[in-house]
């Protein structure tokens, strides 16, 4: 009895499992980022109305987790040294990016009917671009130590406070509390938090760590990072925070350490997997039938997404005394949406607030303009 609940219950996940190695694979071999072959997966099960095979509460802890271990590699990629290092850049081109890419949607989200309100919200959304995509971009044309490597690196640090800041607030902000009330009370919670995070980390994380990879194995090495992610989001879940901002609390823990690189590799097959149940039930949440009849207008919304992004990212640039040909490199580095909009996106109360057909067209939309970037 025992054997046959254990085979009903695991054998969706094979298969799920198998499904989303043919979809990478199949992406990778267009030249398209995995992330549109997840998507791709996600909206094509539901198409063919296979979707009430996988149990969707599964599918929904699968997904949580794979944010938190995106999170998580966004955190492992900030630490208080490399924020003072590059203060200059983080604080004023990523300020200034993300203030003239969120101006632009701005204003064209309010021309397409959204009210103010949703407009900043989509403003910021959008403003966001591809980590994943492009530090992969950096480092494969060798620019990682270049003005532009280390410029669109500073640019993406930004990005992620704003983004986590806007994430954090979505959580924990109830119907009809007044939002200007809830950010400063999330600001106040997340700055004690990040203060502690801080301390741990130079009090506890890094002896620990460097304890365990003198004396011991490998797979004890990759079980305390894995425990402090996880550990952190718990934390800060029980503190009325989201469990987001603890798994990048925890990967800035970790970021203080001498061991960001290993333990990035060691987490990566981890991340790369639950990332991908996200990335397929955020397919699975798409309307079918309504992106099938607007087809034209995802393509003329992922056109403007691209055109708009870039255009404010190079004037950006230029306004931080950037050459010509340096602010339009910066301008299409970093000109396609983000995975992180696509998790403030599959907030509940985001699909509410927007409706499930414009957050569909948006899911949509930056997908294609990441699979627009160069792979």
């Known amino acids: 009895m025992t054997d046959s609940v254990t085979l009903h219950a695991i054998g969706p996940i094979v298969l799920l499992l198998f499904l989303g190695l043919v979809a990478a694979t199949a992406s990778r071999r267009l030249g398209l980022s995995p992330i549109v072959g997840y998507i791709g997966l996600g909206f094509a099960l539901k198409a063919a109305h296979l979707e009430q ?42 300020l200034l990016q993300m203030a003239f890419a969120t101006m632009v949607f701005f204003g064209l989200s309010l021309l397409t009917g959204f009210t103010p309100a949703q407009a900043l919200l989509v403003g910021i959304t959008l403003a966001l671009s591809s980590t994943v995509v492009v530090e992969r971009l950096i480092a494969e044309r060798r620019q990682v130590n270049c003005p532009v490597g280390v410029a669109a690196s500073s640019v993406l640090v930004f990005q992620d406070l704003v983004g986590m800041f806007l994430l954090i607030v979505i959580h924990a902000r109830q119907p009809g509390e007044p939002l200007l009330q809830v950010a400063a009370g999330t600001v106040a919670k997340a700055l004690l938090a990040f203060a502690l995070t801080v301390l741990a980390a130079r009090c506890l994380v890094r002896p620990v ?19 402090v992610a996880l550990a952190a989001g718990w934390a800060t879940g029980l503190g009325g925070l989201s469990l987001s901002l603890g798994a990048f609390l925890g990967g800035v823990a970790l970021a203080d350490t001498p061991y960001p690189p290993l333990i990035a590799a060691e987490i990566r097959s981890f991340r790369g997997l639950l990332l991908g149940f996200f990335l397929v039930s955020t397919g699975l949440s798409l309307d079918v039938q309504m992106l099938g009849d607007a087809f034209w207008t995802v393509l003329a919304i992922t056109a403007g997404l691209l055109i708009a992004k870039t255009m404010a990212n190079i004037v950006a640039s230029r306004l931080f005394a950037w050459s010509a040909a340096g602010s339009t490199q910066l301008g299409f580095l970093l000109g396609q949406g983000s995975e992180f909009a696509l998790v403030i996106l599959a907030v509940p109360s985001i699909r509410q607030a927007l409706g499930g057909d414009r957050i569909s067209l948006l899911i949509v939309a930056i997908s294609l303009s990441i699979a627009a970037a160069p792979n």
């Open 53 to 94: 095979m996988f149990d969707a509460s599964v599918i929904h802890l699968l997904s949580e987790l794979g944010v938190m271990f995106l999170l998580f590699d966004l955190g492992l990629r900030f630490s208080p040294d490399r924020f003072r290092r590059n203060a200059a850049s983080i604080l004023g081109l990523g």
């Open 209 to 227: 760590l460097t304890y365990i990879a003198k004396h011991s194995n490998e797979e004890a090495f990759t079980t305390t990072a894995l425990l």
